[in-house]
């Protein structure tokens, strides 16, 4: 059958021309020549695949955390893309994040009859179904079975729904019983508004929609609806037909209720049936022979002369490595010329894919080269001797001052966000489970009532990520990274004004500060306030709706910037306060793992903050010292627990002890530091070597030559740990992605090169820094926005609705999907686990990048 290739740029326009009846005829044609020619097959991973389409069945699961992800059901990867999730039997036409979710109670796969079967339930409800998918023709079959009818409550609700991600249908259109259609590129379709009493609650009662008093709420109605679909039929690496067997089919834009949702092909499920009460077809189109094109993953900055090259070429399973590849060089008469061709070696399977390496370290001449395999081409990269210098700018100059918590903060004729949170923040209450995982216990610990105003709060600190609450552990990690930053590499950069008086900032305006320290300050601010007007540190403090916690834009708007006034009607306001209770929570139960790294962090910054701020220097290690006290009288009464607090605690007093010695020189914390760290490096090795690295230019020759032992267990264990993975770097199996570890990974052992440089080389510190810049699975871009010559088009940062980024950022990177598939997405920003810039990650990266130029600079 014949493929035709259609130039989407002359389709558009063509498009635009075209009647109702010239379109219809044109999809048609475009169907005709579409070659729907694939046979799946359920493979020993347990999902079905043929080459250029893999149909995976519940092989991720909803996690119940974060509610909809967009990481579970029913999914497709489609000619090596996921187009597709969330097929599962749903209770809305656009289900948002924070809907309820069905529990996967069975899944079956029987080869027998190639079939997976999936049973689901939703508790509230009492409600079970079963959904079957099995391959028929050149697609497959999807049953729904019920054993009892759908619940009263559920019907005209409950049904099938199967999600398609926007950005791979923009531009696209789709046929409906014959019917053209095109996809919006923006949600323009229709809504309407119903009584609150018809609603389906969302997760633990919370709503994400603020009906200012109304009580309605607004329900999507479909852009189509009909029996046959087909979706985008001119583009055949997206083409997918869906036929159903009764029910009708329809098509929803799930954007007009969250920026983040999806297009979602939905039927009903019929009332008063059992058994199968539901069948689709469905033909996503295969390419016949497709195989996936080859990523030639690198450095997107570039590398040092002397520095080691490599390559990575990601390899479809059925491709088979190329024997040569080549790299050229630019000339002085503009042209490029091949400097070198080498071997390709194979390096063989990881996960789905193959691969293979090319080193070009021989290649040593200063330049700009791309590299050559086969038919592709990378971008161009510098090899110079400066790659390094200024890779952590913009991180600096732009990124952490977009985040700055209570400041308004401009950039030229542009501004980020007026003065947030001015309205301070109110005690949470008691035994309360917040949405983002924040909990407060049975009591305040404070002098508190549950929601009175905890008064002085407006200062400092930084947003925690893409949303706009303050996570106290993240800022001690902040602060810990910077004044690591300050004292090994005396960053005196300044290119911000920030003026803590007025509350204002002003990107790439110099103001005689070096920057790094106004941050350090900036962060100590907020901790100290937290000491001294609660009188410990906190969890976090955060809004306490979630139809404010997906706010998105300027975030001085997320509240009212007013103190909540009881007295008032919500809505009404005095000028001075409002009766509406926006104001952000403080959630203050009381850890001595949190006091001890906020005592930590504030010993820290009291170091970096002497002869800047000397006041708050000496306030600094004063708290720190009163902290750790408090800290161990709590720690004896303490019951140990299974909370993520608890794991992350251990060893917090540790590095307490050894931040106050460094800043005190007391010798009761260098004796509690030496009685642990041995302890703690044999119980748990790799997350305790950065302090006591750190602590080696304190201490004698024989702590030096105690600690070289656990050094050499050290890359015993990172290199038989990384060489299951062609980059060589620890790369993490989870929906977070894993940069930050490769980050801290790369610090440490710059440390160990430092101090013990015939244990390990610099290429320990570069492997890792050129993992974050490019050289990793799924693409090329480099996981820092806007640095290099290729990075992330989109970031989830407060501004992701734009589907663009904040300079400097840091996303998460990639995350796992099981059983094999790696991903981290350009197109769509709101994929948290990919995409999400937080605080912590931009500082340390912000450490390795000035590590790597030291080194750079070293023979």
Same mark, same amino acid.
């Given at each position: 059958m014949?493929?035709?290739?259609?130039n989407?740029? #002359?389709?558009?326009s $063509?498009?635009?021309?075209?009647?109702? *009846?010239? /379109?219809l005829?044109?999809c048609? &044609?475009?169907?005709?020549g579409i070659?729907f020619?694939?046979?799946?097959?359920l493979?020993?991973?347990?999902?079905?695949e043929t080459?250029?389409?893999?149909?995976l069945?519940?092989?991720?699961e909803?996690?119940?955390?974060f509610?909809?992800?967009?990481t579970?059901g029913?999914?497709?990867?489609?000619?090596g893309?996921?187009t597709?999730t969330?097929?599962a039997?749903?209770?809305q036409?656009?289900?948002e994040?924070?809907?309820?979710?069905p529990k996967?109670t069975?899944?079956k796969?029987?080869?027998?009859?190639?079939?997976?079967?999936v049973?689901?339930r939703?508790?509230?409800?009492?409600f079970?179904?079963r959904f079957?998918?099995?391959?028929?023709?050149k697609?497959? #079959?999807?049953n729904v $079975?019920?054993?009892?009818?759908?619940? *009263?409550a /559920?019907?005209?609700?409950?049904g &099938?729904?199967m999600e398609?991600i926007?950005t791979?249908?923009?531009?696209g259109?789709?046929?409906v019983?014959g019917?053209a259609?095109t996809f919006?590129?923006?949600?323009?379709?229709?809504?309407?508004?119903?009584?609150?009493?018809?609603?389906i609650?969302?997760f633990?009662?919370?709503t994400?929609?603020?009906?200012?008093?109304r009580?309605e709420f607004i329900v999507?109605?479909?852009?189509a609806?009909g029996?046959?679909?087909?979706l985008?039929p001119e583009?055949p690496e997206?083409?997918?037909?869906i036929e159903?067997?009764g029910?009708d089919?329809m098509?929803?834009?799930?954007?007009?209720l969250?920026?983040?949702g999806?297009?979602?092909?939905r039927?009903l499920?019929?009332?008063n049936?059992?058994?199968k009460?539901l069948?689709?077809?469905v033909?996503?189109n295969?390419?016949?022979?497709?195989?996936?094109?080859?990523v030639i993953?690198f450095?997107?900055?570039?590398?040092?002369?002397?520095q080691?090259?490599?390559?990575v070429?990601?390899?479809?399973?059925?491709?088979?490595a190329?024997?040569?590849?080549s790299?050229?060089?630019l000339?002085a008469?503009?042209?490029f010329?091949?400097q070198?061709?080498?071997?390709?070696?194979?390096?063989?399977?990881y996960?789905r894919?193959?691969?293979a390496?090319?080193?070009f370290?021989a290649?040593?001449?200063?330049?700009?080269?791309?590299?050559q395999?086969?038919d592709?081409k990378?971008n161009?990269?510098q090899?110079?001797d400066d790659?390094?210098a200024?890779?952590w700018?913009?991180?600096m100059?732009?990124?952490?001052?977009?985040?700055m918590?209570?400041?308004?903060?401009?950039?030229?004729?542009?501004?980020w966000?007026?003065k947030p949170?001015?309205?301070?923040?109110?005690?949470?209450p008691?035994?309360?489970e917040h949405?983002?995982?924040?909990?407060?216990?049975?009591?305040?610990e404070t002098?508190?009532k549950?929601?009175?105003?905890?008064?002085?709060?407006?200062?400092?600190?930084?947003?925690?990520a893409g949303?706009f609450d303050i996570?106290t552990?993240?800022?001690?990690s902040?602060?810990?990274?910077?004044?690591?930053?300050?004292e090994a590499f005396?960053?005196?950069?300044?290119?911000?004004?920030?003026d803590q008086?007025t509350q204002?900032?002003d990107?790439?305006r110099p103001d005689?500060?070096?920057?790094i320290?106004q941050?350090?300050e900036?962060?100590a601010?907020n901790?100290?306030?937290q000491v001294?007007?609660i009188g410990?540190?906190v969890r976090?403090?955060?809004?306490?709706?979630?139809?404010q916690?997906?706010?998105l834009?300027?975030a001085?708007?997320e509240?009212?910037?007013?103190?909540y006034?009881?007295?008032?009607?919500p809505?009404?306001?005095?000028?001075?306060s409002?009766g509406?209770p926006d104001?952000r929570?403080?959630?203050?139960n009381r850890?001595?793992?949190l006091?001890?790294r906020t005592?930590?962090?504030?010993?820290?910054?009291g170091r970096?903050?002497k002869?800047?701020n000397?006041?708050l220097?000496?306030?600094?290690?004063?708290?720190a010292?009163?902290?750790?006290a408090?800290a161990n009288e709590?720690?004896?009464t303490?019951k140990p627990?299974?909370?993520?607090m608890?794991?992350?605690?251990r060893g917090?007093?540790m590095?307490?002890?050894?931040?106050l010695?460094?800043?005190t020189k007391?010798?009761?914390?260098k004796?509690g530091?030496?009685?642990?760290?041995w302890?703690?490096?044999?119980?748990?090795?790799?997350p305790?070597?950065?302090?006591?690295?750190l602590?080696v230019?304190?201490?004698?020759?024989k702590?030096k030559?105690k600690?070289r032992?656990?050094v050499?267990?050290?890359?015993e264990k990172?290199?038989?740990?990384?060489s299951?993975?062609p980059y060589?770097?620890p790369v993490v199996?989870?929906g977070w992605?894993?940069?930050?570890?490769?980050i801290?990974?790369?610090?440490t052992?710059?440390?160990?090169?430092?101090?013990?440089?015939?244990?390990?080389?610099?290429?320990y510190?570069y492997?890792g820094?050129?993992?974050?810049?490019?050289?990793?699975?799924?693409?090329?871009?480099s996981?820092?926005?806007?640095?290099g010559?290729?990075?992330k088009k989109?970031?989830?940062?407060?501004?992701r609705?734009?589907?663009?980024?904040?300079?400097g950022g840091?996303?998460?990177g990639?995350i796992?999907l099981?059983?094999?598939?790696?991903?981290?997405?350009?197109d769509?920003?709101?994929?948290?686990?990919?995409n999400?810039c937080?605080?912590?990650?931009?500082?340390?990266?912000?450490?390795?990048?000035?590590?790597a130029?030291e080194?750079?600079a070293?023979?």
């Open positions: 014949t493929k035709y290739t259609i989407p740029k #002359v389709f558009f $063509f498009n635009q021309a075209l009647s109702q *009846k010239g /379109l005829f044109f048609l &044609f475009c169907v005709s070659a020619s694939q046979n799946l097959v493979n020993d991973k347990e999902y079905f080459p250029g389409l893999n149909v069945v519940f092989s991720n909803y996690n119940g955390m509610y909809d992800e967009k579970a029913l999914e497709f990867i489609h000619h893309v996921r597709v969330g097929g039997i749903r209770l036409n656009t289900p994040q924070w809907d309820l979710i996967m069975s899944r796969v029987d080869r027998a009859t190639n079939t997976i079967e049973g689901l939703y508790e509230e409800f009492d079970d179904s079957s998918v099995t391959p028929k023709g697609g497959f #079959v999807i $079975f019920l054993d009892k009818p759908v619940p *009263k /559920l019907e005209g609700k409950a &099938f729904n398609f926007p791979s249908y923009f531009e259109n789709y046929l019983d019917k259609g919006p590129r923006y949600p323009a379709s229709d809504t309407q508004t119903l009584p609150s009493s018809q609603k609650q969302q633990a009662t919370h994400t929609f603020d009906d200012r008093g009580n999507t109605l479909p852009l609806t029996k046959n679909f087909i985008a583009n997206r083409t997918v037909k159903s067997d029910q089919v098509l929803f834009d799930g954007r007009n969250g920026q983040n999806w297009f979602i092909v039927s499920l019929p009332v049936k059992t058994g009460v069948t689709w077809y033909e996503p295969a390419i016949p022979n497709w195989t996936r094109k080859p993953a450095s997107q900055v570039g590398y040092m002369p002397s080691k090259k490599v390559a070429i990601e390899l479809d399973k059925n491709d088979k190329l024997p040569k590849a790299v050229f060089k000339n008469d503009g042209k010329t091949e070198l061709k080498a071997d390709v070696k194979v390096w063989g399977p996960l894919y193959n691969y390496q090319f080193d370290s290649i040593k001449e200063k330049g700009l080269y791309y590299i395999y086969g592709q990378t161009t990269f090899i110079e790659v390094y200024k890779i700018q913009p991180t100059d732009v990124w952490f001052p977009v985040q918590d209570h400041m308004e903060v401009n950039e030229a004729y542009r501004i966000h007026g949170f001015l309205d301070d923040c109110l005690q949470a008691v035994n309360h949405f983002d995982g924040y909990k407060q216990g049975p009591t305040t002098k508190y549950p929601l009175e105003r905890i008064p002085n709060m407006a200062v400092g600190g930084w947003f925690d949303d996570q552990f993240s800022h001690v902040v602060i810990n990274s910077f004044v690591e930053s300050w005396k960053v005196t950069r300044d290119e911000t004004y920030i008086k204002f900032v990107i790439h005689g500060q070096p920057d320290l941050q350090i900036h962060g601010l901790l100290v306030a001294e007007n410990h540190p976090g403090i955060i809004v306490p709706h979630l139809h916690y997906h706010h834009g300027d001085s708007t509240t009212d910037n007013l103190p006034n009881p007295s008032l009607k809505y009404e306001s005095n000028g001075s409002t509406t104001d929570w403080a959630f203050t850890s001595s793992f006091d001890y005592a930590g962090a504030l010993a820290a910054a970096a903050l002869g800047y000397d006041t220097a000496e306030k600094c290690v004063m708290l010292a009163k902290l750790n408090e709590i720690a004896k303490a627990d299974a909370s993520p608890s794991r992350w605690g917090s007093d590095i307490a002890m050894m931040q010695y460094l800043s007391d010798e009761k914390y004796k530091f030496l009685d642990k760290i302890k703690l490096l044999d119980e748990n090795l790799e305790n070597m950065n302090a006591a690295l602590a230019p304190a201490m004698d020759k702590y030559e600690l032992g656990y050499l267990k050290y890359k990172i290199d038989k740990d990384n299951d993975n060589g770097v199996k989870r992605g894993g940069t930050s570890q490769v801290n990974w790369a610090s052992n710059y440390y160990i090169y430092k101090i013990y440089p015939d244990v390990l080389d610099k290429e510190v492997r820094l050129n993992y974050v810049l490019g050289c990793h699975p799924y693409s090329n871009l996981f820092v926005n806007a640095v010559n290729k990075s989109v970031a989830y940062g407060g501004n609705a734009d589907f663009t980024t904040i300079a840091v996303v998460p990639l796992f099981k059983p094999d598939y790696l991903e981290n997405k350009d769509w920003p709101f994929f948290w686990g990919e999400e937080i605080i912590d990650g931009g500082a340390w990266y912000v450490f390795l990048a000035n590590a130029n080194l750079a070293t023979k």
